[in-house]
């Protein structure tokens, strides 16, 4: 069934250019303030690999800035310009914030309209992805701005063209100013460029998709922007949250359609945190606040976690719940093999509720079985290890009680992934109050 009729200036929607003063200078002001960082980051000796090829075609290349360190994981930046302007070489002092927070930025280009349909750079952007994911181990983070807010959603959806294995390393995906349902473009002359059907449309709409993963999003977009870009974040954010998808929209103040990027370059700002998670600092600085409130009476639906926060602890997956000074609680998930060595809580007490598969724990030096509907009791002082031996991942919910300094551990942890020092996990958590036991003692995880 065809589009009805426009009823209203569809060009004058999407003209961001438009309403900002002395926007025709923006690109040059961009493309050398890029320049200026990486020359800047080059002669501090800092890594930058430029131009790696992921594909045949000369854009299909993509740039990675590196921190410091073994990075905490993969952060991708999806340049916009409509699909038809601009690459990568823009956009590059943009990687500042989340690089100086240890993650390694790609940054990649893709082949532009007309020569390639918007399908097809759908495709790219996730051949880019898996090309860099290759080289950077751990989770992924993905933002996009304008039409690369569209792709970085694109990737997840039910449709992605991503391989499950990338795909399912995204555990947050921020489009900014992103467009999310392309079929009032079709009402525009930049289609004379696109070329957009309406099939095409209706098909790479993330709005219009289901999603294809669980990860949260974060619809990112000025308060100053063109009117249709803040009903696109809306949008997108209200049918995913239907969907089951931890999702929300958020309004930057006033800024527009291209200062709404600047704070990427800060690592301690917000939108920074959307992009790579906040770190242990800021956090514990809500925690503080947390534990200044009462509980307040309510539901905390399945899907739903402490500040979208979703933790990667030696492989497993933590999703805080609920916190106060007095207790604290989070959903666990143990991918087979994945275990918890032996440890203790000098002054803490332990629950779990199981919720599914086949746990193990050495209790006090003994080994014994919990199934579904088994509520577990660690009390203060016990050794104790988990493990999870079976063939399938195992869930449960956990509780402590005090809350003390375990959220602040679980940041330390989060993506320090299975291949971590074990000396450093044990004096990283020496310092929050859990004391791991020597390896001898860990019989149940040989």
């Known amino acids: 069934m065809p589009l009805l009729p426009p009823a209203r200036d569809w060009d004058d929607a999407f003209a961001n250019m438009a309403h900002v003063a002395n926007s025709h200078e923006l690109p040059g002001f961009w493309s050398a303030r890029a320049a200026d960082y990486r020359a800047a980051m080059q002669a501090a000796g800092h890594r930058l690999d430029l131009d790696i090829a992921y594909g045949a075609h000369p854009r299909e290349t993509y740039d990675i800035v590196w921190p ?10 999806v340049h916009g310009g409509y699909w038809m302007r601009l690459d990568k070489s823009y956009w590059t002092d943009f990687a500042e914030g989340a690089r100086a927070r240890g993650w390694a930025v790609c940054l990649p280009s893709y082949t532009l309209t007309p020569e390639a349909r918007i399908s097809q750079i759908t495709g790219q952007i996730a051949r880019a992805i898996a090309h860099a994911a290759a080289r950077v181990d751990g989770p992924i983070r993905l933002s996009g701005h304008s039409a690369g807010g569209h792709l970085v959603t694109r990737m997840v959806c039910a449709d992605s063209p991503l391989e499950a294995g990338v795909r399912n390393r995204i555990e947050h995906t921020l489009s900014i100013s992103g467009l999310h349902d392309l079929r009032p473009l079709l009402h525009t002359g930049m289609n004379d460029t696109l070329h957009l059907d309406l099939a095409e449309a209706r098909a790479e709409s993330a709005a219009l998709a289901e999603p294809g993963l669980a990860a949260p999003l974060t619809c990112w977009v000025g308060g100053g922007e063109r009117p249709e870009f803040i009903r696109q974040a809306k949008l997108l954010a209200d049918i995913w949250g239907g969907l089951d998808v931890p999702a929300r929209a958020h309004v930057d103040g006033e800024h527009n359609h291209f200062t709404v990027l600047e704070a990427l370059k800060d690592p301690a700002s917000p939108i920074t945190d959307a992009f790579v998670g906040s770190p242990a600092g800021a956090a514990g600085a809500r925690k503080t606040e947390r534990r200044k409130t009462a509980m307040e009476p309510g539901i905390v639906k399945s899907r739903e976690s402490l500040d979208q926060i979703r933790w990667n602890i030696l492989g497993q997956t933590y999703v805080p719940k609920q916190m106060t000074e ?89 993506n320090m992934g299975p291949g971590a020092d074990p000396a450093e996990i044990v004096a990283v958590s020496a310092a929050h109050a859990i004391d791991f036991l020597p390896p001898e003692d860990s019989g149940a995880g040989q």
């Not at 410091?68 to 930046?77: D, K, W």
């Not at 016990?382 to 375990?406: A, C, D, M, R, Y």
């Open 68 to 77: 410091q360190g073994t990075p905490r994981g993969l952060a991708v930046f």
């Open 326 to 414: 007095e207790c604290f609680s989070w959903h666990a998930s143990l991918p087979p093999g994945t275990f918890v060595p032996p440890h203790i809580h000098p002054d803490q007490d332990e629950f779990l509720y199981i919720l599914e598969g086949r746990f193990t724990f050495l209790l006090d030096g003994q080994e014994v079985i919990g199934e579904p509907g088994d509520l577990v009791k660690l009390p203060r002082g016990v050794p104790h290890g988990i493990f999870n031996k079976s063939e399938s991942t195992i869930k449960t919910l956990f509780w402590v009680t005090p809350t003390l300094q375990l959220y602040d551990l679980f940041w330390a942890l989060h």
